[in-house]
Each structure stands twice: as C-alpha cells, then as structure tokens.
C-alpha cells in the first residue's frame, strides 16, 4: 500500500503541469513559479493570456463521482464569491499587464482578410471600398496593439525581454512582424493603383526594409528559442511554424507590388527583377525550414495522436507555409511576361514564359499539400464543432485568430491558382471560400469582443476565457490533499 502510494501522488502531481496552449516546455512539478526558476515568467499580470485546461476545469476532474464534481463545482462557485468580494478592483493598468504578442494574430487576421477581399476575381466598386475600409481598420488596430503592449512593457520593467524567453509566449512574438507584412501587402493591392511614382519608390524601400526584418526576426526568434527552451515532441503543434512566417510573407508582398505596377517600364525603374528573384530566395528559405517542421509535426501526430483541443486551432497554421508559397510564386509567374522579363532573360527571348510554365507547376504541386493539410485540420476539430457536446468543448482565446490567418493564404493561393489556369471553376472556388472566410473572421471576431466583455481576456488571474487559474489550483490542491490524507490514513491501518 505504502509502495504504490507515490506513485499516485507524482501521478496527480503530473496532471497538475499541463503546458499552456501546448506550447510550454514542461517544468519540475516542484517549480511552479515558472520556466526559471521564480520569475514571473513572461511578465504578464498573473496568468496573463493563457489557458491550463480546455474544459472548464474538467481536466481537474477527471476520474471523480458526480457527486464529488457536484461538490467541488460549489467549492469554486463560493471561492469565486470570496475572491471578488476580497480582491482589489481591477483596473486598466492591470488588465493591459494581460497584454500579449498573441493580440497581434487579430492584425493578421484582418490584414490577411483585406487581401483575399482584393484576390476576388469579379470586382466592383463596392468590393474595393470594402477592402478599403477593412485595410484601414487593420491599420488602426495595429496601432492599438502597438500601444497597449508598450503600455505593458512600461509598466511591467523586464516584461519585454521575458516575453521573449517565455515559454507560451515567445512563438507568438513574430506575429508583430507578420502584422506589418501583411499591412505592406494591403498597402500595394490598394496603395499603388490610387497614387503616383513616389508611392511606388517608397514601397520599393519598404520591401527591401521588410526584407531585412523578416530575415532578422525569423532566424533571431529561433535562435532565442533554441537557446533558453526545450520543447518536447509531445506538445507539439505547427505553432512551432510561426517564426518562420515573415519570411513565407516576401512572395505575396513581390507579387502584389508588381502587379499593381502600371507598366513594364515602372517595373523596370523600381528594379523588379532584383524583387522577384529576392523575394523567391526568401519564400523558399521560409517554405523549407517549415517543410522540416511539418516533419516533427506528423511524427508527432502518428506517435500522440491530435493535439488537446484546446490547441486544436493552431493546427490550420500548417495551411499557411504552402499557401503562400503557392500565392507568391504563381501570383509572381502571372507578371513575369507583361511586366517582370517582357524582353526576355539574359537574352533568351522565352525564359519568361518557361519561368511562368515553372511557377504554374510548383504552385499546383504545392497547391495540393495546402489543401490536405486544410482537410486535416478541419476533420481534427470535428468532435469540437458539433453542437451541445460538454466532453468536446473549447472556450474563447486569440490563438482562434488561426481559423482565419493561415487559410487567408488558401484563398489567395486558390484564387492565383484560377487566375494563371484561367480556370473559372477554380476562381468560383476560391470566390465561395472567400465569403466563407469572411464569416469566420467576423464571428472570430465577435467571440473576442464577447470575452472581453465578460472579462475572459484582458483579466487578471484569468486564462483566456477558461476559469481562473488561482480558483482552479486551490480546488484542486484541495481535492488532492484530502484524497493524501485519505489514503495516508489507509496505509497506516494497513
């Protein structure tokens, strides 16, 4: 009796570290405090944005009679009264200390949905000033995020450089840049056509700026990484894959650029040649460091089975690295004749269009493994989307910014697809998909502002939407303490 009873107790003590968002490297039981040691790890107020159970605390319950759950749903229930009769008010200054990287998947979202809005192949007045508008309030989103977290950071000395080291929060630290990546692409598909030659040389240089940044955010972000964390292959998730996203953003953003060029001699004058050729150099660097990713994440699949679902959604990340690529190669072979080589290549007089027949052919090779890894993700979170299932059930947090982001790139791949084909079944596709898209981005939406409203984000003490962490752990210290004590009193009337 006595022999078997640590093993019990480690094993409780183990349910107890789930990692966060399934992104965490996993810590000593001993060491709660963080991933070093007794910091605060990434400088949030308490716990920030993360979440430590999917279920609304049913991880904690597992294996328990109903009466026993019943039981310690009213312990949490009069815990909850105690604490917000106890506690301080709560104001902005506390709620910004919430404040995290992971907001910025909300500018990618919606930068990302200003594009497909401009892919759509039938185009009207109305769809434009639609596009318009959505860039313009991704613009002022941005600036927001932007805002609030250096509120953050001014007001919670060392919680920039942790954020950097942090465990659930350092793989969403590019998203910032992926934000402005994307706010260049709007800034071409609807700058360039309503200006004039000097917005034309101003997206010239910001290309090449961007250029660098992505190449320094990417292998830094990794480096950091590789250098401070060690992430099991059990919690893996193509969250893995985000660092690597600006650089799979250099494609589309050549493309656009070229493509709303009034003529070949305006190509010409910014240097096209040296853009695309660039921009592919860095498309395929990013494409191949994720390519070696998706590995790990397959082996992770055929060995763990699916992700928590609680970490389900990060699994259409995996749709972005071959939708983009396939939207910039293709979308670049589409302009490459008229505008890019219309003279020809180091004087060969039809390099254009084998250069063209080349990113038609990689583009659907690519196109293919886009749309797989689409299918898969949307079957893994089939037991999540059906209706009243209390067993299957995730709540609110921003990583569901990934239901819309990465399948942007699947739209606009799709539509470049059509487009270079000229096939109108394809762009007919691609046009349903993109207003399904937009409904998701809009309830995706929507199911934030409701968070934030019922103080599920942006909340301290709270785990993005799911009960708060300190009612959680003091329940289920509680629980488990009162089964050691039961069991210690067994052993010794053994």
């Given at each position: 009796?006595?022999?078997?009873?640590?093993?019990?107790?480690?094993s409780?003590?183990?349910k107890?570290?789930?990692?966060?968002?399934?992104?965490?490297s996993?810590?000593?039981?001993?060491?709660?405090?963080?991933?070093?040691?007794?910091?605060?790890?990434?400088?949030?107020?308490?716990a920030?944005?993360?979440?430590?159970?999917g279920r609304s605390?049913?991880?904690f319950l597992g294996g328990?009679s109903p009466?026993?759950?019943?039981?310690?749903?009213?312990?949490?229930?009069?815990?909850?009264?105690?604490?917000?009769?106890?506690?301080?008010?709560?104001?902005?200054?506390?709620?910004?200390?919430?404040?995290t990287?992971?907001?910025?998947?909300?500018?990618?979202?919606?930068?990302?949905?200003?594009?497909?809005?401009?892919?759509?192949?039938?185009?009207?007045?109305w769809?434009?000033?639609?596009g318009?508008i959505?860039?313009l309030?991704?613009?002022?989103?941005f600036?927001?995020?932007?805002?609030?977290?250096?509120?953050?950071?001014?007001?919670?000395?060392?919680?920039?450089?942790?954020?950097?080291?942090s465990?659930?929060?350092s793989?969403?630290?590019?998203?910032?840049?992926?934000s402005?990546?994307?706010?260049?692409?709007n800034?071409?598909?609807?700058?360039?056509?309503?200006?004039?030659?000097?917005?034309?040389?101003?997206?010239?240089?910001?290309?090449?700026?961007?250029f660098?940044?992505?190449?320094?955010?990417s292998?830094?972000?990794?480096?950091?990484?590789?250098?401070?964390?060690?992430?099991?292959?059990?919690?893996?998730?193509?969250?893995?894959i985000f660092?690597?996203?600006?650089?799979?953003?250099?494609?589309?953003i050549?493309a656009?650029l070229i493509?709303?060029?009034?003529?070949?001699l305006?190509a010409?004058?910014i240097?096209?040649?040296?853009?695309?050729l660039?921009?592919?150099?860095?498309?395929g660097?990013?494409?191949?460091?994720?390519?070696?990713?998706y590995?790990?994440?397959?082996y992770r699949?055929?060995?763990q089975?699916?992700?928590?679902?609680?970490?389900?959604?990060?699994?259409?990340?995996s749709?972005?690295p071959s939708?983009?690529?396939?939207?910039?190669?293709?979308?670049?072979?589409n302009?490459?004749i008229p505008?890019i080589?219309p003279?020809?290549?180091?004087?060969?007089?039809?390099?254009?269009?084998?250069?063209?027949?080349?990113?038609d052919?990689?583009?659907?090779?690519?196109?293919g493994l886009?749309?797989?890894?689409?299918?898969?993700?949307?079957?893994?979170h089939?037991?999540?989307?059906?209706?009243?299932d209390?067993?299957?059930?995730i709540?609110?947090?921003?990583?569901?910014?990934?239901?819309?982001f990465?399948?942007?790139?699947?739209?606009?791949?799709?539509?470049?697809?059509?487009?270079?084909?000229?096939?109108?079944a394809?762009?007919?596709?691609?046009?349903?998909?993109?207003?399904?898209?937009?409904?998701?981005?809009?309830?995706?939406?929507?199911?934030m502002?409701?968070?934030l409203?019922?103080?599920?984000?942006l909340?301290?003490?709270e785990?993005?939407?799911?009960?708060?962490l300190?009612?959680?752990?003091?329940?289920?210290?509680c629980a488990?303490?009162?089964?050691?004590?039961?069991?210690?009193?067994?052993?010794?009337?053994?």
């Amino acid at each position: 009796m006595s022999t078997s009873q640590p093993l019990r107790t480690i094993s409780g003590r183990m349910k107890r570290t789930h990692p966060e968002n399934g992104y965490e490297s996993p810590r000593s039981p001993d060491g709660e405090d963080g991933f070093f040691g007794n910091d605060t790890g990434n400088g949030t107020h308490k716990a920030g944005e993360r979440r430590r159970a999917g279920r609304s605390g049913q991880a904690f319950l597992g294996g328990r009679s109903p009466k026993t759950q019943d039981h310690v749903g009213r312990n949490e229930a009069d815990l909850g009264r105690e604490e917000a009769t106890e506690t301080k008010k709560v104001g902005l200054r506390d709620r910004l200390g919430c404040y995290t990287w992971t907001w910025f998947t909300m500018t990618m979202a919606t930068g990302g949905i200003a594009s497909v809005l401009h892919s759509i192949p039938y185009r009207s007045e109305w769809l434009r000033i639609l596009g318009v508008i959505v860039f313009l309030f991704n613009i002022l989103l941005f600036s927001i995020n932007c805002f609030f977290i250096t509120l953050r950071f001014k007001w919670n000395p060392g919680s920039f450089q942790r954020s950097f080291t942090s465990p659930s929060e350092s793989l969403f630290v590019p998203a910032c840049v992926v934000s402005i990546g994307t706010i260049l692409t709007n800034m071409c598909q609807y700058g360039i056509p309503a200006t004039k030659q000097w917005f034309q040389t101003a997206m010239q240089v910001c290309f090449w700026v961007y250029f660098s940044l992505s190449v320094i955010a990417s292998s830094g972000m990794y480096l950091i990484i590789w250098s401070t964390q060690a992430l099991p292959i059990h919690t893996m998730t193509p969250i893995w894959i985000f660092p690597a996203y600006p650089l799979l953003l250099m494609g589309p953003i050549a493309a656009n650029l070229i493509d709303a060029l009034p003529d070949s001699l305006a190509a010409a004058r910014i240097n096209s040649i040296a853009i695309a050729l660039g921009a592919v150099c860095i498309q395929g660097t990013g494409f191949l460091v994720s390519l070696m990713i998706y590995s790990a994440f397959i082996y992770r699949l055929m060995t763990q089975k699916l992700p928590r679902e609680t970490t389900r959604p990060g699994m259409f990340v995996s749709v972005g690295p071959s939708g983009f690529t396939v939207a910039g190669i293709v979308h670049l072979g589409n302009t490459v004749i008229p505008k890019i080589m219309p003279s020809g290549y180091l004087g060969h007089s039809d390099a254009a269009f084998f250069l063209k027949l080349l990113s038609d052919l990689t583009g659907l090779w690519l196109w293919g493994l886009c749309l797989w890894f689409f299918l898969v993700s949307i079957g893994a979170h089939w037991q999540i989307m059906r209706p009243n299932d209390p067993e299957h059930h995730i709540q609110f947090d921003m990583t569901w910014f990934s239901f819309v982001f990465p399948n942007t790139a699947l739209v606009t791949a799709t539509q470049a697809i059509g487009k270079s084909l000229e096939s109108n079944a394809i762009q007919v596709f691609g046009t349903v998909m993109a207003g399904l898209l937009v409904l998701v981005w809009i309830f995706v939406f929507y199911m934030m502002i409701r968070a934030l409203s019922m103080k599920r984000l942006l909340w301290p003490g709270e785990a993005d939407g799911s009960v708060a962490l300190g009612k959680r752990w003091r329940i289920h210290g509680c629980a488990n303490s009162h089964a050691e004590k039961k069991r210690d009193g067994n052993s010794v009337a053994a």
